[in-house]
């Protein structure tokens, strides 16, 4: 089985609390903990599409990797847009976390599937967007394509892509994400980021053939989603 979740944000040292956003945020970190281990076995995999820890620096984020690490299952981690303790592929392999895959301009292969994915951006197309969020979004769409070129060939049949950012525009309409999931045959993406009123946001079905699913860890009600069947 494949599961997804997004939006962990763990937080070892409890200075961080995340039920300062609302009720459905209380204890969310024991009830991620505790649903996981309910549904997910070791043979699964989780793709976590980013917001992993609030540590700033990887010493900080360590605990909270080593705690997921524990989890049962092999997981497969994107980069979030809060997870500023992100790091060279290097220096996060060097952790030598036992159960644990990152996604940086790399991809996996998961029970013969490609799992591709970037962290992604913002709408570009906003009131609020600068120069500078155009070229992230830029530069974003380059480490998806560094992420698919990196299978091989040939690419696995059915491939997944995991993005942090929803993948379309405020009006709901798919943007250059979906266009070059779309170009390169890739069948289902997931992302997150979106929480409580943001929830209004989520697009999900079958876009230009894609399924899209959202697995934001608070519109899943912490509960790990399965994304494919064995």
């Known amino acids: 089985m494949i599961y997804g979740i997004g939006d962990l944000h763990l937080d070892h040292t409890k200075e961080k609390p ?42 900080d984020a360590e605990e909270d990797l080593r705690r997921i690490d524990a989890l049962p299952g092999k997981k497969i981690i994107s980069k979030g847009n809060h997870d500023y ?16 895959t990152f996604l940086h301009n790399s991809s996996a292969v998961v029970e ?39 299978l091989g060939e040939p690419k696995p049949e059915e491939i997944i892509a995991m993005i942090h950012y929803p993948p379309f525009h405020s009006t709901g309409d798919a943007n250059d994400f979906v266009y070059y999931l779309y170009e390169q045959g890739v069948s289902r993406c997931i992302y997150g980021h ?9 697009q999900e079905g079958t876009v230009l053939g894609i399924e899209f699913q959202c697995v934001a860890a608070d519109y899943l009600h912490f509960r790990p989603a399965l994304i494919k069947e064995d």
């Open 85 to 100: 303790w992100w790091s060279s592929l290097k220096k996060l392999e060097d952790l030598n976390l036992s159960s644990i």
């Open 112 to 150: 013969g599937v490609g799992i591709i994915g970037t962290r992604g951006w913002s709408d570009i197309d906003g009131p609020q967007a600068t120069e500078q969020d155009a070229k992230i979004y830029s530069r974003e769409l380059g480490r998806l394509d560094l992420s698919y070129q990196s």
């Open 18 to 59: 995340m039920d300062v956003f609302g009720k459905a945020w209380v204890d969310h970190e024991e009830r991620i903990f505790q649903q996981w281990r309910s549904v997910v076995r070791e043979e699964d995999t989780v793709l976590i599409v980013g917001d992993i820890s609030w540590g700033l620096k990887l010493s």
């Open 194 to 202: 979106l929480h409580g009123s943001g929830h209004k946001y989520i």
